[in-house]
């Protein structure tokens, strides 16, 4: 299960905008007047199928509600869910049944390119794909983005038919939408698309700045870095005082690990608490003392009696500077509002680094007791006291922490959620699965605890089915998640069914660029025969993250 990103994050031009397909929705609640009313039965049943992670059966139950209440709002849920269970058949009915009820618009003209898509009918999905890209206004192409991204069976499928609109001159005359779909052909890893839609880009945008991140962005992918750079360069001078300009530039940097690039272009023009921030992590990423302690000096100098937020800095920068005394210095001295209780977080996790523990420990305590602090603070105060009894490798401790956090917080998910992780580190899965289920009695629609469990069953018991419900329930909700459509496509694999869940694999893996997921790809491609396909992907997680979990065990399995 991909854990969030820890990385440094920036505004990037050419970002993928993927817009959910099928977002989730509450079932409706029928009044005596309203003609859902004579569904009511196969309605409910249908609710509670989609609670239970039974798509199957959800699908079929919403198709017989919508043809029992004549009601388009129910004909169009009944395709959404057919669509998601990948049930073609009944999907192909309830979108009949959408349509001679009147239904109209993107969302439908969607649905019908993504059952085509499905069906192998490229050339019926290009005409529905069409009408969304000649949509008036930004929603339609944005819809096409995502039917592409997330309805086509594979990469190579979804290449075809961006290859045939781009060909057919259908993408909208506009910057943005050239960018998302040159990044759409960046992440399905097809040069040769992302070539010719560079240079249509530049015929049609000339002089636009944006449209060289992109060139940038697939000289990178084609591994030519140092031309990557070399227009970089240029694009910076360009940029003047645009900071969204720089930050895009320097994510370009970021991604090549040219950490000290990208925090050079930020430090050109106006500088705010936002920008010095993104440059100290910068710095803290290339494990750059000494230009942080640079950066660290200017800072302060600048800094006349500085506010609580730069004085959370200036302790941050010190704290990883391990100048520990005076990390402490700025944190105590940050005088109140929200900083504060960010301060006082900070100061005890400093006092550890200072092998000053009870004094750390103490600290914790009372700001667990502080009845002025918010409850996200005295909450947070039992996570950290409880990691900080982990890095002391004292387990009695950290799982106390735990306990009187929920003495506090009774049930509290994210208290239940750490400690459900931690018992899954040590391999006691019962108990990792009694604190989720813990979590899913109280908020049976967390998708996190949801996405979780599914993927602990399926990835350390042999409880596929049960976890494939769960997953199916997180996926209902967030159907373009990437940890979670990583987890679907993985419970597939443990029950054997390896090329589906390729495909599920590989879309996740185009959504975030994860260790973990790229692991994923890399042991089912292994255990298909395309061993040397398997180590290109085990190479881009080691990229990622040497020390991934999901990385260390496919490799002893596979032997790669």
Not at 290 to 303: C, M, N, P, V, W
Request: net charge negative.
């Amino acid at each position: 299960m991909p854990a969030a990103s820890r990385t440094l994050c920036f505004a990037v031009v050419a970002a993928l905008a993927f817009t959910p397909l099928f977002a989730a929705e509450k079932a409706p609640s029928p009044s005596p007047d309203d003609p859902t009313g004579a569904s009511l039965e196969s309605l409910l049943t249908g609710e509670f199928a989609l609670q239970s992670g039974r798509l199957d059966d959800a699908a079929q139950a919403y198709l017989d509600a919508a043809r029992q209440a004549d009601d388009v709002a129910l004909a169009e849920r009944a395709t959404r869910i057919a669509l998601l269970a990948k049930d073609d058949k009944r999907a192909a009915q309830a979108l009949e049944l959408w349509r001679r009820q009147g239904g109209e618009g993107l969302n439908l003209a969607a649905a019908e390119a993504v059952l085509a898509i499905r069906r192998g009918n490229e050339r019926e999905a290009r005409k529905h794909l069409t009408e969304l890209l000649q949509a008036p206004g930004d929603a339609g192409w944005r819809q096409a983005l995502g039917v592409l991204s997330g309805g086509a069976r594979d990469p190579k499928q979804a290449a075809r038919l961006l290859d045939k609109l781009v060909d057919g001159g259908r993408i909208p005359d506009k910057l943005q939408a050239w960018l998302a779909f040159g990044g759409l052909a960046q992440a399905l890893e097809q040069p040769a698309l992302v070539e010719r839609i560079v240079a249509e880009v530049v015929e049609r945008f000339p002089g636009e700045a944006r449209v060289g991140l992109l060139r940038a962005s697939q000289l990178r992918e084609s591994g030519k870095n140092d031309e990557a750079r070399e227009l970089l360069e240029s694009l910076a001078a360009q940029a003047g005082n645009d900071m969204e300009l720089r930050r895009a530039i320097a994510d370009e940097y970021h991604r090549m690990a040219d950490y000290g690039a990208a925090e050079a272009v930020l430090a050109k023009g106006p500088q705010d608490d936002q920008s010095y921030s993104l440059r100290a992590a910068l710095l803290a990423q290339a494990e750059d003392k000494t230009s942080l302690a640079r950066l660290y000096d200017e800072l302060r100098a600048r800094s006349n009696d500085p506010d609580p937020q730069r004085r959370l800095l200036l302790g941050q920068i010190a704290e990883f500077l391990e100048r520990y005394d005076e990390a402490l210095t700025w944190y105590r001295g940050v005088p109140g509002g929200g900083q504060r209780w960010s301060a006082r977080l900070r100061a005890a996790n400093v006092l550890h680094e200072l092998k000053r523990g009870d004094e750390a420990y103490k600290s914790l305590r009372e700001l667990q007791a502080d009845a002025a602090a918010d409850e996200e603070a005295r909450r947070d105060a039992y996570l950290l006291e409880a990691s900080l009894r982990d890095k002391d490798k004292d387990p009695a401790g950290e799982m106390e922490a735990f306990a009187r956090g929920l003495a506090a917080f009774p049930d509290d998910p994210e208290i239940l959620y750490a400690r459900g992780l931690s018992w899954e580190r040590r391999d006691d899965i019962p108990r990792a699965e009694a604190d989720l289920r813990k979590i899913l009695v109280a908020e049976p629609d967390n998708v996190a605890a949801l996405n979780a469990l599914g993927y602990t069953l399926a990835d350390r018991t042999t409880r596929y089915q049960e976890a494939l419900q769960l997953i199916e329930r997180a996926r209902t909700a967030e159907p373009d998640n990437a940890a979670i459509i990583d987890s679907y496509g993985w419970v597939l694999y443990r029950m054997g069914r390896k090329e589906e869940a390729l495909v599920e694999l590989r879309r996740a893996l185009t959504l975030q660029k994860d260790a973990e997921i790229a692991s994923h790809v890399g042991e089912v491609l292994w255990s298909l025969g395309r061993k040397d396909e398997a180590r290109k992907y085990f190479e881009q997680a080691r990229k990622i993250d040497p020390d991934n979990r999901a990385l260390k065990r496919a490799l002893e399995k596979t032997g790669a």
